[in-house]
């Protein structure tokens, strides 16, 4: 499967993006969906993560703030990021597995065998 992202950019603190991630080459609602991060100079992190069924993960660093949603008759994951911080600054990826959601550790990024291009966001202070 092949996973394109959009919708980063160049935004101020306390605002909100949202990325959309439209897989193309699979059938989309057999994939476990997730999102990761990796900013300048630090490893890449796990970010979000949605079941096949809607089930959902996040990092403690973004949740209350980040909502995963899918809607598998669209064939498209999103990511919705409010109140972002400077820390929040990464190139975020999407990623796809077909592993089970009880049979793996979704928040690995080896979990992952697809993989987007992933997309810049920056948040300025």
């Known amino acids: 499967v092949q996973l394109q992202a959009s919708g980063g950019g160049l935004v101020q603190v306390g605002e909100s993006l949202r990325f959309s991630c439209l897989p193309s080459?699979?059938?989309?609602?057999?994939?476990?969906m997730g999102w990761f991060r990796q900013a300048p100079g630090k490893e890449r992190e796990f970010v979000a993560a949605i079941s096949k069924t809607g089930t959902k993960s996040y990092a403690d660093s973004v949740r209350g703030r980040f909502t995963v949603s899918r809607d598998n008759t669209r064939n498209t994951m999103w990511l919705q990021m409010d109140i972002l911080k400077p820390e929040d600054t990464a190139v975020y990826y999407c990623?796809?597995?077909?592993?089970?959601?009880?049979?793996?550790?979704?928040?690995?990024?080896?979990?992952?065998?697809?993989w987007g291009q992933g997309t810049l966001v920056t948040v300025s202070s």
């Open positions: 990623t796809a597995s077909s592993e089970s959601w009880y049979a793996t550790d979704w928040s690995f990024a080896s979990s992952y065998a697809h």
């Open positions: 080459g699979g059938t989309f609602n057999s994939y476990l």
